[in-house]
């Protein structure tokens, strides 16, 4: 067995039933990505859009493509035909592009809001009261084209195990709250986005559905 489908065989033995994988493959080479779908993972997560265009070209047509990482608006159209979900949405002009290129493919396109509870600075994700905000205004139920499926986010990147399971823990109350405010009715808002190597194990004990790991099972990136 190559040491690719090693590692995924001992990740997907940590997930309990309901916890699906996201393989993040950024800056690997396409055949370690043949090595992981060889062993059976059939979703991938990337965070350019030009890397992943290029990978989905030449990987078999059954891989479920997520992207993961900060979507500009103007390269919604090159995802648009094909993605599978969007984690990373943090703006209303960003969810209105992605509907507005996804109506143009007729399709729908599955996003998460991302949040940004971390201590860490950065530009990206909505704080609970934005994403509340968001919610609350209501614009997204003309978005036809676009279904929010649920929440995303990082933790701040620390040892601190309890830092880690307290920020993850309140994604997870945010999640339950929108779910019954805005959701009660509606089964696809499910989803549940936190977890990398070093932290999937919290985030599985905080309500994740999706784990994103890259480095436990590709190794250390080469930029
Ligand atoms: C790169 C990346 C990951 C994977 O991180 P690893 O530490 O390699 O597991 C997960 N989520 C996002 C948003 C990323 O950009």
Redesign the pocket.
Known sequence: MSNVAQNLKKVLADLPEGVRLVA?S?YHPLEVLREAYDAGQRIF?E?HVQELRQKAELMPKDVEWHF??HLQSNKVKYLAPFISLI??VDTMKLLREINRQAERCERVIDVLLELHIAEEETKYGLTPDACRELLADGEWRDLHHVRIRGLMM?ATYTDDQEQIRCEMKQAQDLFDELKQDYFADDDSFSERSWG???DYPIAIETGATLV?????IFGE?EY
Do not use: F, L, N, Q
Request: cysteine-free.
């Open positions: 993040v950024k997560g965070s993961i990482g984690h990373a990082m990398m190597s070093h994103r790991v890259g480095t436990s990136r």
